[in-house]
């Protein structure tokens, strides 16, 4: 749909203002893809705003207890659930792994694709950076020796 707009006075006699082209009536592409996603989340059965979410540590907490790791040590019996702000996300194929930062630092989370259940990997699609996230698993230092839940 455009509009037209009526001539000023001052343009009297140089005939119709050129048509322009009105705003869409659709919403910022970047909410409508929020929206999507949410619905999306909906439909697989998860509260996209759960009422709260129990961490056993904060970021730091796991920094000063297991920092200490060398690459490639886990701790693979030892359960730490954490929250935070999404602040990147490298897809890998059958891995990928994202930043999350709380309000005392930052943590690399790593997801194997085969590891999760529907549900989870489900969650882990509909995620946007920015979006704030709970995370349980087991602590461990990469091969390059990045410390990772």
């Given amino acids: 749909m455009s509009t037209t707009t009526k001539p000023s006075s001052s343009g009297a006699g140089k005939g ?3 048509e322009k082209q009105a ?3 659709r919403e910022n592409p970047l909410r409508e893809e929020k929206r999507r996603k949410l619905k999306g989340l909906r ?3 998860v509260n996209p705003y759960p009422y709260d979410y129990q961490r056993t540590h904060s ?3 796991v920094r000063a207890k297991w920092g200490h790791l060398q690459a490639g040590e886990k701790l693979e019996d030892t359960r730490v659930r954490v929250a935070g702000r999404m602040l990147t996300r490298r897809d890998m194929g059958k891995a990928a792994f994202f930043n999350i930062r709380d309000q005392s630092g930052d943590l690399q989370i790593y ?8 549900k989870e990997q489900t969650v882990y699609d509909h995620l946007d950076i920015g979006d704030f996230v709970g995370v349980e698993g087991f602590v461990f230092a990469t091969k390059k020796g990045e410390l990772s839940l």
């Fill in 23 to 25: 705003a869409s009536p």
């Fill in 111 to 118: 997801l194997k694709s085969e590891e999760l259940t529907q």
């Fill in 43 to 45: 439909d697989a059965g």
């Fill in 16 to 18: 119709p203002a050129p």
């Fill in 59 to 61: 970021l730091a907490d």
